[in-house]
């Protein structure tokens, strides 16, 4: 009840998302790439894992990795778990919030991917998050360096677990017509943590996970999933 993400007191006694707090908003205004460190609070890691944990595939050991679905459809369809698309929407505002106060609107304006969350901000276009899936990580799996379409594809991604060593902007082997490749930049994600970025246009990747850095709310976690690593990936309507 009350959704995910925990209720932070107000003066006048309503709830509100908590706050973000000072230097957990990390900027790579190259890619328009948005890190939010310690996003999720414990309580709030451990209450997403409760929601989701039974849409979970465990991972074989050959292949390291397995996807699964954990919720997309109209409201009331029997696919469709309100409470993950409201965490994504909450995320999508938090990110959204706070790098309106760090970015000029003139940087804003010229990165698509921050020009949508300044309509986030601005209220003008909120967060309409249409899926949530998830993947599931042995220690010894890696992501190959890739974009998932040749358009604009904004995602949050939110890690539990063990943490990973995550790269976007690296030039693929064979890139597409809109593709944003550059200097590669690597994000330490841990437990908790959230990134937003255009899984499209820029490419991204994961190149390790960091086995037993995982919180100790894990621990019963990891064997209760069958992995060392989740990731959930909360996306919007590719033509919204």
Known sequence: PGGLLMAAATGNGAASSPPFHSGTIHLLREYGVVHVSGALSTAEQRRL??????????PAKATGSAEFHTSSG????????????????????????????????AEMAA?????RLGLAASGEKPPNISI???????????LSNHTDCP???????????????????KKTSRPHKRER??????????????????GGLVPHSVDR???????GWWQAARSEGGCDRLVLLFREPLSY
């Open 181 to 198: 490749h550059g200097t590669p930049v690597t994000i330490r994600m841990e437990s908790g943590d959230a990134v937003y970025f255009d």
């Open 132 to 142: 949530c899936t998830g993947k599931a990580y042995l220690s010894h799996a890696t």
């Open 111 to 115: 990165e698509p991917a921050l020009e």
């Open 74 to 105: 109209g409201a009331g369809s029997s696919t469709h778990q309100a409470v993950l698309h409201e965490l994504g929407e909450k995320l999508y505002m938090r990110c959204a919030e706070a790098v309106a106060e760090e970015a000029s609107a």
């Open 49 to 58: 894992f409760a929601t989701i944990k039974g849409s979970l595939r465990r």
């Open 151 to 169: 358009e604009p594809l904004y995602t949050m991604s939110v890690q539990l677990g063990d943490s990973c060593d995550f790269t976007v902007g």
């Open 209 to 215: 996970v960091n086995k037993n850095d995982a919180p």
